[in-house]
């Protein structure tokens, strides 16, 4: 079985700052990785995913993860937030392969301020 | 979004009423999810379908029920078993045997009067 902390519910930060939102992993199987983001009163859209191959993902909105296996992590930074940013962003977890649930973590708010 | 639609999107209930949750995609996938959100608690998991006619339990499947007749549709009927039924209710859908990755319909919230 997978779990994800997200160690971190809200994180504010201001227009144009570089922001990071912290999830790490555990799995005694090898992962994939999920980042979605949620606007208020709307469905989870996907920021982007790690499957294999390069450990740096660029997704979607500029954002970008950082797969470490070492640290169990996959960390999601963006160098320059915007207000329209402002969201709740969700780290999720499934065992590599194929056909598996995913576990999801409790979520983290970002609040951009001007 | 993209294919999967999620009706109501709002829902008023009164305390001993079953309602039924509509969920319906046109993606062609397999798998079908649905998940249940509150404040501070992410998203759990009610009820999954890998194929039609059959589904399994989730975490917190107690109060729910489910059918997949279809491949297309996968609705939600919450009982009056369910003691505190108001929240977020998100549907979601995953290629079988794909990378996983799952594809959100837009919400139905649920309130309990």
């Keep these: 079985a997978q779990s994800v902390t997200q160690l971190d519910s809200q994180v504010p930060v201001f227009e144009e700052a570089p922001v990071e939102l912290r999830c790490n992993y555990s799995s ?41 296996k070492s640290q169990t992590s996959f960390h999601l930074r963006k160098p320059s937030v915007h207000i329209s940013d402002t969201a709740e962003y969700f780290c999720a977890v499934s065992g590599a392969g194929g056909g598996n649930k995913l576990t999801f973590g409790t979520g983290t708010q970002l609040k951009v301020e001007l | 979004d993209g294919g999967i639609t999620q009706s109501p999107k709002y829902l008023f209930r009164k305390e001993g ?21 509150d404040p501070g608690q992410g998203l759990r998991l009610i009820y999954y379908s890998q194929i039609v006619n059959d589904f399994q339990k989730g975490d917190i499947a107690e109060g729910y029920s489910v059918s997949r007749e279809k491949k297309e549709s996968f609705p939600l009927t919450v009982t009056s078993a369910q003691k505190n039924p108001t929240a977020f209710y998100l549907c979601a859908t995953q290629e079988r045997g794909g990378t996983d990755t799952q594809y959100f319909g837009p919400g139905t919230r649920l309130t309990v009067l």
């Design chain 1, 28 to 68: 005694s199987v090898s992962v994939y990785l999920f980042w979605y983001v949620q606007y208020p009163n709307q469905g989870l859209q996907l920021l982007l995913k790690y499957l294999s191959g390069s450990t740096l993902v660029k997704g979607i909105n500029g954002f970008e993860a950082e797969f470490n």
């Design chain 2, 17 to 37: 009423q079953n309602v039924t949750l509509s969920c319906e995609q046109n993606l062609n996938h397999d798998a079908m999810y649905w998940y249940r959100q």
